[in-house]
């Protein structure tokens, strides 16, 4: 049953278990929009039994975002960066994720401070773990520092002004691409191996083992390679892959008024 008077219903999905059950006929009859965020090197066209369904639900609104997440003002981003003593383009970050997306990994976190440590050691670059931990105690190395949990939008202050990420393969790594930003991808969940291989494939990552020094090395040599990491900026860019949330917004808002 429809509620009451006014009210629409959108459901956004990730997962292809949940965009099979967004596609039930149970559901379709019940959602005014579907919404299929990710990119679509990740979750495919519309199969032909999707494509056959909406032309029994001409109402069945379907949308595809790339990712959604609040935008930062390019103000507010370089005084939270200059308040921890960062320059835009001057570092690598290294962000596993939340503890939820790894399944492979006991500590993601400890993977990857010893990745970033040895990465450090080796490059001498300025860099940056989110460590996602209430506390954290201060780096050893000048060049290394460990952040303890911040918010949302600080995490997107960082990645929208790195040099180069290094983070899992969900959904950070979609929003590293969304900023245009080089890439490489550490599987740590079960779902996250066939993306990034895509994401390689379409060079617009790099991947390594889930070892400190396989990420290091990876990650340094994409440091030392300019010419590679602009290929992966242009190449992300010809794909379109951006941050939908402007466009969420106005369909939001032209449900609203569908509503009246």
Do not use: Y
Request: charged share 25%.
């Amino acid at each position: 049953m429809r509620p009451g008077a006014g009210a629409r219903l959108v459901f956004s999905s990730r997962a292809p278990k949940l965009r099979w059950k967004a596609f039930r006929i149970k559901w379709m009859r019940l959602l005014d929009e579907h919404w299929i965020v990710f990119p679509r090197f990740v979750t495919g066209g519309l199969s032909r039994v999707e494509r056959l369904k909406l032309r029994f639900f001409p109402r069945h609104g379907v949308r595809r975002f790339d990712t959604l997440f609040t935008p930062a003002e390019p103000a507010d981003r370089n005084a939270w960066l200059a308040g921890h003593g960062l320059e835009p383009g001057t570092f690598v970050v290294f962000v596993p994720g939340g503890r939820g997306e790894a399944t492979r990994v006991a500590e993601p976190a400890e993977l990857f401070i010893a990745a970033a440590r040895e990465f450090s050691a080796v490059t001498g670059q300025r860099t940056v773990v989110l460590t996602g931990r209430k506390s954290v105690m201060p780096s050893d190395d000048p060049n290394l520092v460990l952040l303890s949990r911040i918010e949302p939008d600080q995490v997107q202050h960082l990645l929208a002004a790195a040099l180069l990420v290094v983070s899992n393969g969900g959904s950070t790594m979609i929003h590293v691409l969304a900023h245009g930003r080089p890439l490489v991808a550490i599987p740590l969940a079960g779902d996250q191996d066939r993306r990034i291989r895509r994401a390689v494939r379409l060079q617009i990552a790099d991947t390594a083992g889930r070892t400190p020094q396989a990420i290091a090395e990876v990650a340094a040599r994409l440091l030392h390679q300019p010419e590679r990491r602009a290929a992966m900026c242009r190449h992300t860019a010809e794909l379109g892959i951006a941050n939908g949330v402007s466009e969420s917004v106005a369909a939001l808002l032209a449900l609203a008024r569908r509503g009246r």
